[in-house]
């Protein structure tokens, strides 16, 4: 899954993809870049602690080269099936984004689950809207209106 992410990014106007990664992990993720001849940086986690405080290790070692830095954050256990429309959300994104507004992408929910975290967007399921509210992980009947009335999980990608 890991090269899958990386692959996904071919074709977009990307830089070195940097990679955040525990300590016991670094030579597995450095051989997968290797196999998919990615130029990857990798960082190490001095401590794990969940996904807010990677993203701010990867800001702040994004800034040491370009005070102007955007991050693609994307986590590597998504399946994106259709790629073409996962960079054109990107690209679309971009243009927000670099205006100084943070950008998330969400996902157009199959069933209620408990498991996600939700948005509602200003424009429901388009393709760019404002974001009005983040739900984290409801219960099963609020799960089950969300999806009714058009809110997107959470992919986690910003």
């Known amino acids: 899954m890991l090269q899958e992410t990386a692959a996904r990014l071919n074709g977009l106007d990307n830089k070195k993809p940097l990679i955040i990664c525990n300590e016991a992990h670094r030579f597995l993720v450095a051989e997968q870049m290797r196999d998919q001849k990615v130029d990857a940086s ?6 794990g602690r969940n996904t807010a405080p990677a993203i701010a290790l990867a800001a702040f070692e994004a800034l040491k080269t370009d005070n102007n830095a955007i991050l693609l954050v ?3 256990d998504h399946v ?4 073409d429309a996962f960079q054109k ?5 971009l243009p927000q984004v670099q205006e100084g507004k943070f950008g998330t992408l969400g996902i157009v929910p199959t069933e209620p689950a408990t ?4 948005i509602k967007a200003s424009g429901g399921r388009t393709e760019v809207s404002v974001v009005q509210e983040f739900v984290e992980k409801p219960n099963a ?3 089950a209106r ?3 009335t058009g809110y997107l999980w959470n992919s986690g990608m910003f």
């Open 115 to 118: 498991g996600y975290g939700y």
């Open 89 to 93: 959300s990107i690209l679309d994104l």
């Open 42 to 47: 990798i960082l190490l986690e001095p401590v």
């Open 80 to 83: 994106i099936e259709n790629i």
């Open 74 to 76: 994307l986590a590597a």
């Open 141 to 143: 009947e609020v799960a």
């Open 146 to 148: 969300y999806v009714e």
